[in-house]
């Protein structure tokens, strides 16, 4: 079973009625945490006032392994617990309605012209895949290159071992978690494209999302973009 292969009748918050193909009603879509000001780079929130080169301190003094991060949310109530839903309830009417609305911010952030050659969505492990079923980036990258017609890459960017949890971890200790927790298989391009986007649903210290993009920066791509549902401030 895929996000795809369904159509909520009710709004998948106040369970009212829904125009159109949308899985969440408008004064849902209105209430949802949209981002104030994100940084240009890494896509964290500068808030009220940001400066006006736009881009966060951190970004400044050390910037990331990407180019940008685009993430249509804070990780905040209901977006924070329909991910949880989603990702570890299986409850694909609230995966549905996600990625709905990442896709639609996609096909927002970028020109047609200027799109990612392909989407990575960042992989599980094949044990914690065969526990869960199911990979929620995967979903989600599929639900963006239907709406925006770019290639789902899954067997480029694949996990070399089983990676403990990240959630607990310091900054520091997800970095160590993450070495060499990722390996390209180049075989599974036709061609090297210059722009690449890694999927993620939540990013939250970088560790996972910088950690592949050093990898595909070394493997020779250009610009290296990440697409999540939120970014934790
Ligand atoms: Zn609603
Ligand atoms: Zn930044």
């Not at 970088?206 to 592949?212: G, I, K, L, R, Y």
């Amino acid at each position: 079973m895929s996000i795809s292969d369904m159509l909520p009748q009710q709004c998948v918050l106040c369970g009212g009625d829904l125009i159109g193909p949308a899985s969440l009603c408008l004064s849902c879509q209105d209430e949802l945490p949209w981002p104030l000001h994100p940084c240009h780079r890494c896509g964290i929130e500068l808030g009220l006032q940001p400066p006006d080169h736009g881009h966060c301190g951190s970004c400044l003094s050390d910037p990331p392994a990407f180019d940008r991060c685009f993430a249509p949310f804070r990780y905040e109530y209901p977006v924070r617990e329909l991910i949880a839903s989603f990702k570890f309830n299986a409850r694909f009417a609230e995966g549905q309605a996600l990625a709905q609305l990442l896709a639609e911010f996609v096909t927002s952030v970028y020109r047609p012209e200027d799109r990612p050659g392909c989407l990575l969505p960042v992989p599980l492990h094949p044990q914690r895949l065969r526990e869960r079923g199911y990979n929620q980036s995967m979903e989600l990258a599929r639900a963006i290159g239907r709406r925006c017609r770019i290639p789902v890459v899954t067997r480029y960017c694949q996990r070399t071992r089983s990676t403990r949890s990240q959630k607990g971890l310091s900054a520091d200790e997800r970095a160590v978690n993450l070495h060499n927790a990722f390996a390209l298989n180049p075989g599974a391009l036709p061609a090297l494209p210059d722009h690449v986007a890694i999927v993620d649903d939540v990013v939250t210290t970088m560790a996972t999302v910088s950690a592949a993009a050093r990898l595909l920066r070394g493997a020779g791509h250009r610009r290296i973009d990440v697409i999540c549902l939120a970014r934790v401030s």
